[in-house]
């Protein structure tokens, strides 16, 4: 029979093995990630920064100026993001807190887990009250160029009840614009989402006009800007995550030739909004949604179109080029077609 002290020793080893390991696990998730479930466009597309800044699988986290996230994508582009001008008392939240949160269902399980992947958003801090911030993003290329991230991403990560309820994004320049829309369940048809726009098209608030939990939220997108501010408020507790694009088109050559990479210089029409107004989004899908906006390809390109990818994946010499594909579009970049009779 083993001893009252043997069990004891026995019960705080296994409970400090336990805590080792997990912090090990919680210390392994990315400072950003994609969204790898739901009915969200650009899932592919977005990196969301975590805010667990502690580690250890836990929201709460309060966001204080020069809280600083870094970042290396699978392409090598090293991001840093830095926060300034707090006001009020920012904290980390978990995207799925609250059951009725529309976040899981357009952008769900990213970091492929739903633990401390999923720290991305950042709430008003206490009930009823109104945070600000402003969140500085510098993307460092392989080949050593640096400069703005190619398009800052918001979106509402909770639920908005009412008009007391909001999250804000402004811009120093440009125009803010409306890319993307979600709603818990996918029910279209419950949808109640306010998009104020004011400061000449640079500031959009996002708020529900109606009444009631899980009737969606919407996906801003500001492009080429170092910085954004946002705001955020609650009836109680209210919270939105930021993310960003990263648009990069890898060579389809076999690996022998070396890894070429190239920027993609995307443009975004549409997404627009007459300034000062309210504008209600329609209760249609997201995908048939005629007042969001969309991405278009620069004019020159190799290849049909742009193969947008997190990472080069290369193939052996003499392999078939489409089995480098990583989204699914198999873009090859070469010329189609050619007629090389009328060539000279």
């Known amino acids: ?16 093995l336990s805590c080792f390991f997990n912090s090990i696990a919680f210390a392994q998730v990315p400072d950003a990630d994609k969204a790898t479930t739901g009915s969200g466009l650009y899932k592919d597309r ?4 975590n805010w667990d800044l502690n580690k250890d699988g836990v929201a709460g986290d309060l966001i204080v100026n020069g809280v600083t996230k870094t970042f290396t994508s699978p392409a090598g582009v090293i991001y840093q993001a830095t926060i300034s001008n707090v006001t009020g008392t920012p904290k980390s939240s978990k995207s799925y807190d609250y059951s009725g949160n529309n976040f899981p269902d357009g952008y769900g399980n990213i970091g492929g887990n739903t633990g401390a992947g999923n720290i991305v958003g950042i709430n008003n801090g206490c009930n009823a009250c109104t945070s600000t911030f402003r969140i500085t993003i510098t993307a460092n290329y392989p080949n050593g160029i640096s400069g703005n991230v190619a398009a800052f991403v918001i979106g509402g990560t909770e639920t908005l009840a009412s008009t007391n309820e909001y999250y804000q994004l402004t811009v120093p320049s440009g125009t803010v614009r409306y890319m993307d829309k979600y709603v818990k369940n996918n029910n279209w048809a419950n949808t109640s989402i306010r998009l104020d726009v004011s400061n000449s098209g640079k500031t959009i608030k996002v708020t529900n006009p ?33 993310g960003f694009l990263e648009d990069l088109d890898f060579s389809d050559a076999p690996n022998s030739y070396g890894k070429a990479t ?14 000062p107004s309210q504008n209600t989004l329609t209760t249609t899908t997201n995908i048939l949604d005629i007042q969001k906006g969309s991405f278009i390809s620069p004019n020159l390109t190799l290849g049909n179109n742009i193969d947008v990818e997190s990472a080069y994946n290369p193939v052996a010499t003499g392999n078939d080029p489409n089995t480098d594909d990583i989204t699914g579009i198999d873009d090859e970049d070469g010329i189609q077609d050619i007629n090389w009779s009328t060539c000279s």
Do not use: C
Request: aromatic share 10%; glycine share 14%.
């Open 1 to 16: 029979m083993k001893t009252p002290n043997f069990q004891r020793q026995t019960h705080l080893i296994l409970l400090f």
């Open 46 to 49: 977005i990196f969301w920064l």
């Open 210 to 242: 109606g009444s009631g939990d899980s009737r969606g939220d919407a996906l801003l997108i500001a492009e080429d800007v170092p910085y954004i501010d946002a705001q955020v408020k609650g009836g109680g507790g209210q919270h939105f995550g930021i």
């Open 262 to 275: 190239h920027i993609v210089n995307n443009s975004i029409q549409g997404g627009t909004f007459i300034s």
